[in-house]
Every structure is written in C-alpha cells, then in structure tokens.
C-alpha cells in the first residue's frame, strides 16, 4: 500500500534476487480468476490483477538471493534460457507461450479457472 507498482517491483526484485534492475516497460496486464481451495479462501471467489514488466539489470546479473518461503526454506535461483524453458513448469500458465513469441504494446490476459 502507498507505493506505485513501478517502485515496489524494482524494491522486490531487489529484495529477491539482489540484483539492482530497472523497468524497461510494462508487458502485461493479468487477470486471474479461481474458487479459493485453502484455507484462507476456501470457496471464495478471487479475482487478481497483476502487473508483468519486462526489465534490465543494471549492473551484475549475478543473483545473490537471500530469499525464503513461507515454510523458512531458503530459495535458490539461477538463469533459465528461454529456449529451455519446455523442460520446466512454469506460472503462471500463459507466461512460458508468452515469453517464446514477439509482441507489441501491452497485453491483456486473462486466466479463467471457474471455467469447467
């Protein structure tokens, strides 16, 4: 709260990975929609917006994480090339198809999970 998206990224990915990056533009606008499963939000009706930018490192891009999960287990990083990226799962969904084709402009997706 009380901080533009733009700023809280680049704090973010800071934070995560170690690394200073600056925000080249702002890619994609994601919806998501889903029916809650755990147990904060079981059978709630969710609806997320998130905001995907493509960004540069200024500097190394040597990750030096020094991030956790929410069970205390410390993360580990490393650099995918984007024509590895078949060999791994990915999330959210579109992003892999997304990251192997061209585009203009910003794109707006939109992930339906109540849809049967």
Do not use: Q
Not at 74 to 81: A, G, K, V
Not at 82 to 96: A, M, R
């Amino acid at each position: 709260m009380n901080e533009k998206a733009e700023d809280a990224v680049i704090r973010e990915v800071t934070e995560e990975t170690g690394v200073r990056y600056e925000i080249d533009k702002l890619a994609v606008i994601h919806e998501n929609f889903w029916i809650g499963d755990g147990a904060y939000d079981k059978g709630l009706h969710c609806h997320e917006i998130s905001l995907y930018y493509l960004m540069k490192p200024r500097g190394t891009m040597e990750l030096k994480s020094n991030s956790y999960t929410h069970f205390n287990d410390r993360e580990t990083m490393h650099w995918i090339p984007i024509t590895e990226l078949d060999n791994y799962t990915v999330y959210p969904s579109f992003l892999k198809d997304y990251l192997l084709s061209d585009h203009t402009g910003i794109e707006h997706i939109i992930t339906d999970e109540r849809i049967n």
